[in-house]
């Protein structure tokens, strides 16, 4: 799994800049058979795949695809489940990773001035939780609950083996509500440049749901601000729409780094 490096708070404050609404036809999509082995998880963790439609029914989609809703513009961000290709596209801007490079196509140096290394899968995976969170290299540890308003909710600690990821230092936090085993909120540390872990945690909120072939994904994810990693007000929030959960792949080519594009080198 790709993981969350320091860069996060600088993207933030880029992305609401760079961001525009494109529409176009959805390219031919094929039938793909995925052969797929059953994993164990912790009891709790398995309730709360279930309650957001299974981790089965995850893990037979093929191709994910939503658009994410900013101040002033939109973005599309297409990702094939498995290899975990991606395609975003921007104002000005398109970054892919075809399955071994991150690429960057932009129409001149300052349509994208993040990192879109870090950026192709960044909200990926904040998105696509607790899913993502069924990965393999994965060690689940009980967690300290976490208390909000007078609820208090059960969690685990996600941590990763070592060579796991381009950050295995990197913690996850699910917390889950704990009559329904909806996830309610995510914890997450990062790691700096230097490659020193951190010990703050930050906590997005997820409250509003959507069924989406079968499977329930947010429409809207709420980070908070936090004090000696407590909890306190809301930060900001990120709408995602045209949510498409699909069990057909999208062509190679939909992937595949363009004439005129660079590959983004690693840090």
């Known amino acids: 799994m790709k993981k969350i490096t320091f860069l996060l708070l600088a ?15 959805t390219p031919k999509e094929a039938v793909k058979e995925v052969v797929t082995t059953a994993k164990e998880y912790p009891e709790d963790i398995q309730k709360v795949f279930d309650a957001h439609g299974g981790i089965d029914k995850w893990n037979e989609a093929q191709t994910l695809i939503y658009e994410m809703v900013k ?16 395609r975003l596209e921007g104002k000005n801007f398109t970054i892919g990773y075809d399955g071994k490079d991150v690429w960057l196509a932009q129409k001149d140096t300052t349509a994208f001035r993040g990192n879109a290394r870090f950026y192709h899968n960044l909200y990926f995976y904040f998105y696509a939780m607790p ?10 540890t009980k967690a300290e609950s976490l208390s909000f308003e007078g609820v208090s909710y059960p969690g685990y600690k996600i941590s990763y083996g070592n060579g796991v990821g381009d950050s295995p230092e990197d913690n996850y936090f699910i917390y889950y509500n704990p009559e329904t085993y909806q996830m309610e909120w995510l914890g997450y540390t990062v790691t700096y440049f230097n490659g020193a ?3 703050k945690v930050s906590y997005i909120r997820y409250g509003d749901w959507q069924k989406v072939n079968g499977v329930v994904l947010p429409k809207v994810l709420t980070w908070y601000k936090t004090e000696n990693n407590k909890v306190k007000e809301v930060r900001n929030s990120v709408k995602f ?19 005129g594009a660079v590959i983004v080198p690693k840090s």
Do not use: Q, W
């Open 11 to 25: 993207t933030f404050t880029l992305v609401a800049c760079n961001n525009t609404t494109k529409k176009e036809e």
């Open 241 to 259: 729409t045209n949510v498409i959960l699909t069990n057909k792949t999208m062509e190679a080519t939909k992937y595949a780094r363009p004439e």
């Open 71 to 86: 101040p002033d513009n939109t973005e599309k961000h297409i990702t094939d489940l498995h290899s975990r290709k991606t």
């Open 131 to 140: 899913f993502v969170l069924g990965d393999d290299g994965i060690t689940y």
């Open 197 to 199: 872990p951190s010990t």
